[in-house]
Structure formats: C-alpha cells, structure tokens
C-alpha cells in the first residue's frame, strides 16, 4: 500500500505531518495529487482546539492539483487533468442542495439539514494538506483550471474569493453603493474585490493593520480607516453626510465589527455576515432602530460546486481581479509546522501561505 | 374657528379627549373626516410613556373616514368620497422612498435618512383619533374604498394588515413552506392569514391565550401551539422532523420569540420580524450556527402609500381574507379614555377596537 | 428474462402497448414498479409525430408507484416504499443545475447545456407508461408519498401541478395582484391554483369550454371568460379599469393565446409563459410598447427534483388545493390506446386519465 | 416677458431654432438654466416624424444647468445650484411609481397606467434644447452636481448611462457571467461599462463599425466583433464552447439584433432590451426553444429621479467609469441645426454631441 505525508490534527495545539496510505476513489471520488494547498483562518481554529475535529484527521480544505484517478461513476473528466474543488463539496442531491443552500446538507432525519454539511474536507473527511486528497461526489466538484493560470493564481478560489465575493453577492449591491467592509484578512479583502466587481462606487474598509489597508486599495478600496486612528463608526456616518452605507460587510467574527457594521448601516440596509463567531452576538436596540428600520441581516457560508468554481476562475482569466499579492508565502509540506506558526501568530505580514507538497 | 374633538396626549399615563381647531389643508394636505378608527399598540407604549410624543399630539394612525376638502395640488379625488390612509403616509419624492424604502424618509442631512420618518400620524403629526385628521401627501396616501365594504371591514389596512402581510412577504415564503408565528395578537394573526395568502402548506402558530389561537385557525394556521403547555421549539423540531421550518415570523418584539424564532428556523430559513423590541437583542451562538448557517434576518417597518392600500382593499373585497373577527368592540370617540383602559390591559378578550367619533 | 406490458411509439399516430424486458437498475437508478401514470398533452404531440421521439421508446412521465428495486447508491430509501418522480428528473451534478436551471441540462461540450435535458422519462429514456420504469440519479428524484394520500391525489405532482404552479412562480405574483389565465386545461387549472396560492385577489381565467370555465372556479378564478362569447382583451381592460392586469399567464403555446396576454398585461407587468410552442412567435409592436413597457416575459419547464415534490406533496396533504376533480377518467394499462383516442380528441370532457397497470 | 432660444419641432424633417417666452416655475416645479445638453436617437426619430410630439414642441431630454428660480414647495436646494435631472421624471406619488415602475405613470382612469408617462422632457412638456426649462415634480427630479465634476462628465447621467447601465442591471448579471452586448452606440457603450461594473468576466460586443468596436474596449469589452466580418452567432456560440452567453444585451431596436441575442442566449439567460422598436418583432421557435428554454425577455425604459442621479453621479465622481470618450463633439445651441444635421447623418465619427447655450 503505497503511503503519503499528510497533516493531521494530534490534539489541541498540535497538527503535524504524519504517514498516511493514499486512499482509493469510491464509484464517484476523485483522487487528487495535490500540487498546491494554504492554510486558513479556520484550520487554526481547529489546531487551537477551538473547532472540533476527529483526532487523526487531516486538515485543509484548499485544494490545487491533479486528477490522478477517477471513480467510475465520474465522466467528463481526464487523468492528468489540472482542478480545482472547491472548499465546500456540496452533494447537490441532497434535499438541501435543491432547497437553494448547498452548503448546507441533509442530516439523518428524511429531509432535516446536517448544518454546514458541505464542508467535508478537513472536517468530516480527510483534507488537502496532504500529498493527495479524495475528492466527494466528484462529478459535481470538480473543475478543470485552464492552462494559462498557475496554481498560485487560482488557489484562492476554493475558499477565500468564493467566500469573499459570496459576501458582498449577499450585501446585493447595487451600482452607486456605498459599502462598509469590517476587517481586511485574506477573506475581507476578497469582499473588498469583490464589492468593486458588484459595482459598488465607494468601497470603505477598516483594519487595523496598515500594510493591509494598503492591499485593500488594490483591491478595489477607495477609502481605507485604521480603527487604532480613527472612530469609525463616526468616521463613515460623516463620510456619508449622516445616511450610513448602503451594505456593510463583516468578515472578522466578533462582537464588535458586528455591531459596528450595524451602526453605520443606512435603513434599509444588509449586513452581510462573513465571520465565524465565537460567542452569543447582542444587537444593540438603537442599532437597528428598534426592529423598524427595515434592516437585513444575512449570514452564508462558502458557496461551492464546480459552476461556481467556473466562474471564479473565469473572473480570474479575464484579469479582473488579481488576487496574487494574498499569496505572501511560500512552504513545502514538509514545512507545514512551521507555517502554521508563522500563520497563526500572524507574523511578517503574512496573508496566505503557499504550501507545495 | 370650527373645534373637533381630539384624543392627546397629555402626559406618561394619560391620554384624554381634548378640543382642538379643526386644521385647514396646505395644497398637498387633506383634511378628512373620520367616521372610524382604532388603538394599536404603539399607542399603548405612547400612553406608558415608552415612547415619546409631544404633548398636546393626538394619537392614533389607522384612519377611514370621508374627504372633507382637498389641497389645491391634489388631484384625482373628491370632496364626499370615502378614503384610508395608511399608518404610514411616506413621501415618495425623497432619497429614501426612490432608494425602496419608503418606510423611511430622509432627514437633516442632504441625503441622509430619517428612520422611520414614514411614520407620521400620531408621532410627528396630529392623528387619526379625533374628528378631523390632515393626510399628508395626500396625492400619494389617499385610497379610495369601494362602497359594498363596511369601515369595519377596511379599518384593519392602514397598519395591521399592512404590517402582517409584510411580515409574510419579507420572509420570501414559497408553495409549500412550513412557517412558524410567534404570537397571535392582531399584527401576528395578519401574519398568519398572510402566510397563508403565499401559499405555506403548513403554518405554526404559537401564543398562550387559546382564544387567540382559535381565531388563528380562522386565518389559516394548522398547528397551534400554547406555550404554556409545551416546549415550544422542542414541538416545532419534532413536528418538522427535526429540519426546522422554512420562515419564521416574529410578531411580537421580545428576547424570547425573537430567540424561539431562531432556534426552529432551519439554515437557510429566513427570520422576518414584525416585533418592536425595547431593549438589546442577543443572537445564541448555537441559534445561527456561529454565522455560518445561511440565515437571513430581516426586519420591516409597516408598507404604505395608496397603492399598497389599494391591494389590501382588493384582498378584502375579494373576500380571501375577513378580517372581521378581529374587531371585537365598538366605541365611541367619547369613551376613548375607557377603551384605551380596555385595550391596555387586555381584558375581554379584546383584539381591534372600533372608534367611532 | 422477466417482462412486462409497456406503451411504446411505433410511429406517427400509432402508441401500441407491446413487451418489453424488466430493466434492471444501475447504480444510481431505481426500478419502480408503477401504480398509477397518466397521459399528458406532450405525448399526444409524440403520438401525432410533432415532437420526435425514437421509435419503440416507452411513453409518459407521471410516475406513481412503489420501489422494486434500488440501485446499490441509492440510500435513504427502501424497497416496497411508495414513490413519485418528477416529469422532469435533473442531473443535479450538472452546471446548468448548479447555474439554477436543473430542467436543462450539460451538453456534449465541456459546459455547453443540453435543452430540456432534464426531461428524461418517454423523450430520451424509457416512460411511464408501463408497467415498470427506471427513475435516473434516484437520490435526487425520488419522493415518498405520505400514506394518507391516494395516488389520484397526488397524480398532478410529477408534472401539471409543478408546471402551473411554477407558472404562477415565474409570474412573480404579489399580494392584490390581477392575475389573467389563458386556457384552462389541466396545466391552465393549476397555474389558476397556482395563482391563488400566491395571494393574486382577482384571477381571469380565459377559456372556450364551459365545463373547463366551471371547473376554474374550483381552482380559484373569480372571473371566467368564454372567448367564444366576449372579445377577451377588450373585457380584461373593462375589468381592470383600463390599467391591464399585474400578470398574465400563457397556458396553450399559441399565437393568439400569446399576443393576447401581452395586451392586457400592464407597462411593468409580467407574462409567465408555460405553452409549448409550435411555430414562431409575433410579439405585436404595441403590445409591448416598442420595448419601452418594462415587460418582462419569462418562459419555463416544469420543475423537478424530490425536494420540489415534497413540497408539493405538502400541499396536496394540507388540503389547500384539490385536484381530484382534473381526474375525470380511469383506464387500465391494457386499454391505453384507447385512453390515447379519448384525449387526443378531447371527448367526454376529459381532462386527465388515470392510467392503471 | 423674458425670451429665450429654444429647439421646436416645426414638423418631419424640420427641427429649428425659435423664441420663446422663459417658463415660471409652478409651486412643484423649478426653473433651470441650461448650461450643457445633447441630442439623442429618440430626438432624431422626432425630427424624422416617426415619432409624433406636438407642434412647436421644445426638444431635448438631458438637462445640466443651474437653478434660476424654485417653486414653493421645493424644499432643500438653492438658486445658483447646479443640477441635473433625469431623461424621466417621475411622478413618484403616482400608482405606477408605488408600483415599482416609475418610468410608467398613471392613466386617465383611477388607476391605469399612462405608458412610459415619466418621460415628459421633449415629449408631453417643453425640453432642455434650449435656454431655460421647467422641470416637473422638482423636489423629487433636482440632483446636484458635485462641484469637482464637469458638464462633460455628468452629461451622460440623465439618460444613455441610466439606460445602459439599467439594461445591465436588468440582465441580472452575476459575478463569472459571460455577456453579449448587441449594438456599441452610446447606449450599447453604457451597457457595456455597466456590465464591466456589475462583475461580468467577459463581454462580447457587436457592431459594425470599428471605431465604436475600439471605445467599447475602452468601456470594457473583452472581445470585439464587427458583423461585418464574422457570422456573430457562430462566434459568440464558438466563443462559449457551444453553450451561449449568460445574458444578452440589444441596444439598437432591430428584428435581426433581437434574435441574434436570443440566439446566442444559453437555456435560463435573460435577454435584455433597450431597443426601441419599429415594426413587430419575430421570435423564431428554435431560439426560445419552443417556450420551453426557461429563458427571459426584459424590456426597460430608462430609470430616473434623483437618487438614480445621486448613484450615477457617484459612479462618475468615482471615477469607476469615465464617459468622457463619448462627447465627440460641441456645437452651441445657435448651431443645434448644424448638430442634427450631423448627428442623424452619423457623420465623423459622432457618439454624442455637448450643446450649449
């Protein structure tokens, strides 16, 4: 049985690189030689032990690389070939799936949800951070990366740019918005982009990290808040004339940027919700006027599929967006320990970290 | 100068009938004669003193009465013709009503907004609780009512029907939904029949006055739950088959229905809510699962303008929906302080109230 | 080899009941052995030679039935458990299904569609019309039926009710709207149950059989119209006060069927087109206001999927819409040719034909 | 009585420089100065006599100006500001407007709709071809212009940018689409900036003449195709792989235009049309796939007000688009003869001509 690194998780504060055999595709799997994955926010949830996953699993859920074979349920596609998969698998015939939220999925009950039941890699399922990877229900997840784009460039689509520019499809922005995004880490940057592709006309971020709110500006920002400087809050109800922005989008998790994203939403506004909180939220009373301002508030979780991944990597062919400046770093696999301390002590400016098996 | 009979204002705990001038119409204004209306419960909250009023302001926003004299700018209607307004009389011209929000309206700044500035009879402006009432904007507020429907039959579209029927349409209910509606007082009865108006299959109900639940079963409901005797979102799993329902409908304004209402809300379900609230909200972690569950919450202000009064009024002479069981006393104008009494602490199982000057 | 009786295409004019082999499931399939079918407008088309289909395919695409057998993917489901499938049973894998059309299909090319690929039963594969039938990718098509409800209840399912229905869907109907129906057979019937179910408070129904007109009225129209007594356009107007109607809908695929919902439609409204056309269209330059009437004009295929038919199944269950009465005859199996000869002509003012094996 | 300079239609074929006594503004209305305007395809169908306006009408719909005298119920600007207001100006107190189209305006009868009512400028009132004009409903159709940008700038805003950009809006674009744009005169450029501006990642542009072929790559076209040498329907279904564009976008108003977008148009996609039509238009049944392609035909009229203003003004301040390729040419009003000549004969390259008093 021929065998792999992968990274697992050992316990609480421990994920290291372990010998796996390398798994054999069910009827409609793939089996994916990956060639290029990252880290992300979430999986350092997980090595803290914040986010709960079976010991022995690896992590990961980004994945670049090539088909190395293919169920026999699965057409269309060719050993060798270059995909991608998105971070989120959805099993499109779920009951879920065709209710409209397919990263949800079914639980046991005949027709009850498995809440975000589409994320299975380094989840419920091995990861990609691994020398290969089984890709679930292969036929609807698999999407083939045109030749002329390199790992690099389509390695955020998976996760952080479906997720990011879900953000700001959720805000429905319109042309002329003006839109808040809370936080510039790799997945409110892709909002950022993202608002720009929906065609907002003034972008306003914050962070409080400066060479972020620097990248923010290439990817679309017009107006950039450093919340150590300034009182945003304050600040964008004056940049607006006292009307609040159109959209507000939060892509931290916290307490805060969530009621912040509140205070400055216009009535009849949307907060789109990106983050992964890690506590019970307040609403502030006057934040939302009482429950009369006509307000929206809408979470979402990491659109997948291949369609989806499609069009990401379309937007990406086309130049529109360029993402290449997120990929700060590179590590091998062999590595990966050290990258995630670099990663989750968020040293040397790092946004993402190229890892190459 | 000709006196009319006003019920004000006076302080936290009193409201009395008072004489005031008859108001004379600007040339958008007119000035219309009620001949029925009613109490909400804002104007109970005014009366407490939990909402703030001028003193000396006559309350109440639900008119339907008979055209006394027209604004010269006003066009298309008649002196003598029978007319509604709604509790919300917006003015379409501003930034807020173009931007879809009509609810709202703009405020000090050039574009900025006024929340809840729609609302303008019993608030900011006399109301409808006296003789006379001054429509504002009436070339955009004025709903002429067939003559084969009584006042009685129309006095519930200026606010309740609007406001229930919104609070269905905002939680986008599709041909077969199950819905669940937390608290059947008037505004979540026309919730209900509004759920039913968008064809949910299956629609919840919970309050804990069974008289109120029997009246739900005239406006639709097929499952009603007395939260004093059950667990009510133990009830709404197990009854949905632990996938949890497709909309839910706050109609009340409390920690606990706005909560319930979350926890039976399947991801991807959408939480409308009706409810005035009085103090911050709290959103579980578990209830909204971390952020991540596709939730939508979305709040909404009461619709009005002659057009949506237009549609209510067809609904009713198209006998849908009867609305009739929900005015359960008559009074006349000169006994407001007694039905105010009534109304206020809810005794006789009093729904509506007709007022008669 | 086990066998059985099936209506088969001969040629045109000619659908013979002949034997055929039992097929025997694939992986994702199942084998249901059907209790109920029934026969619909298209395979009229099909018997007629006007839609092509292969010689020797079995007919129909309205399953009721039990399952004999499932395909070794197939989970969730047992054998001996009664069943419907959609007319139209979607690869949900797929990019169009994923792009939010799931009635097409992928096509040959990498991502190109294949038109009306998600109809499958009698047009590219084996029907209905048998005695048993294989139900493709089964775990997203198949959905179980509650045992209170008879198979003629839940008969409309698989295709006229989601048809009319997704009619009125597609029509965007809001509360109060006027709704005007051309042609009431039975898809006309269910998009005027349809229309109901949404909220419309004033349905048109136009048609040129009185029985068909009285049977409307069970369905949910207030207004009933003999186009061989009025000139329909003209009277819609009256009726409307010259405004036209907020949705118009297109239930035959003809000529006049088509113009005349553009001219009673109002500048913004929409026309929901369910016929299935046989020659070119003319859109009449003033109906629609030389492009300048914010018209829209949305054509579509019958939804499918379980999820879809549990909804509907929802529906029938609850009692909110009764189709029995679009059963007005029975055959058997053996009889379907004859059964064919009544609706091919229309006699006995048939409307739908239970069809038992 | 003041005189002023004014472009009448005199009859077909003739549009002339006349005197006319300056208009006072009515309480609703405002009295602007004119200090830039232009000339639009619809003024020369006027001068052609194929679309019929009073004799002795002022022409001309896109105003830029400063205001010289308010009346008295507007509130919220000042004399001397400068201003633009929309090619329509709605009556937003109107039913249609309440209704959701504000292009449209009520009828004679109490609630019917007057077709494309909101466009009143040059059409049912004086217009902007002249020194001074009336513009109606002012307190909803004044939008300021910020002092940083040029008559040249905002010239566009009132009519082809807020129809352009409308069309695009219409088509539903999402992020990934893939857009084909039928016709690159200025309002076929604008939708093309607008598809750009809503996340299309390629956009496939249609005309015959290469000079407009090379501004819309400036707008943002990926691929250019002059009809004049390639069959576009075969290209553009080539260019997709076989499976046809997202959303089509007509813009000139011809039979062959329409059906090439709907040929071209992939199963589920919305065509939308800005064209104005001159003659019934046929659909062919193999492009809409017999009805049953799940396929959307929308039409729209320009939208107007002042917060469409506000947002298109902010999209130029911006600088997300610059429309300044556009205005090739000047000509005073004295010389407006000279400018049609020009502008109908399509000479010299001409997209759109700045007009100034």
Request: negative net charge; contains cysteine; aromatic residues 6%.
């Amino acid at each position: 049985m021929s065998m792999m690194k992968a990274a697992v998780f050992v316990e609480a504060g421990r994920i290291e690189l372990a010998d796996k055999p390398i798994p054999q595709p069910g009827p409609n799997d793939a089996l994916v030689r990956i060639t290029t994955t990252t880290i992300c926010g979430t999986d350092v949830h997980i090595l803290k032990g914040e986010y709960p996953v079976a010991k022995g699993l690896t992590i990961g859920h980004e994945p670049v690389g090539i088909i190395e074979k293919l169920g026999s349920n699965v057409k269309g596609y060719e050993e060798g070939q270059r995909v991608i998969a998105g971070a989120i698998c959805p099993d499109f015939s779920s009951y879920a799936s065709q209710d409209g939220v397919s990263s949800q999925a079914d639980g046991c009950s005949c027709h009850g949800y498995k809440p975000m039941g589409g994320w299975r890699f380094g989840n419920t399922i091995d990861g990609t951070q691994a020398e290969y990877v089984l890709v679930p229900d292969a036929q609807a997840n698999l999407a083939p990366v045109p030749d002329a784009l390199t790992d690099e460039q389509v390695l955020m689509c998976p996760d952080i740019m479906s997720t990011g520019f879900g953000g700001a499809e959720k805000a429905d922005i319109k042309i002329g918005d003006i839109v808040a995004i809370f936080a510039q880490g790799p997945i409110g940057l892709c909002a950022t982009a993202g608002a720009k592709l929906r065609g907002a006309s003034c972008i306003i971020v914050v962070d409080g990290v400066d060479s972020r709110l620097e990248i923010a500006r290439q990817m679309g920002a017009d107006v950039t808040l450093n919340f150590r400087n300034v009182d945003v809050v304050e600040e964008i109800l004056k940049i607006t004339g006292g009307r609040g922005v159109d959209a507000a989008i939060e892509a931290l998790g916290t307490q805060l940027t969530f009621e912040q994203s509140l205070r400055v939403l216009k009535p009849g506004g949307t907060l789109s919700s990106l983050g992964v909180y890690s506590q019970d939220l307040s609403i502030p009373l006057g934040s939302f006027l009482a429950g009369l301002g006509d307000h929206k508030i809408i979470t979402s979780l990491c659109p997948g599929g291949k369609e989806r991944m499609r069009r990401l990597l379309n937007v990406v062919a086309s130049g529109r967006v360029d993402l290449a400046p997120l990929v700060t770093h590179e590590y091998k696999l062999d590595a990966i320990v050290d990258a995630y301390d670099l990663f989750a002590n968020q040293r040397d400016g790092v946004l993402k970290i190229a890892i190459k098996p």
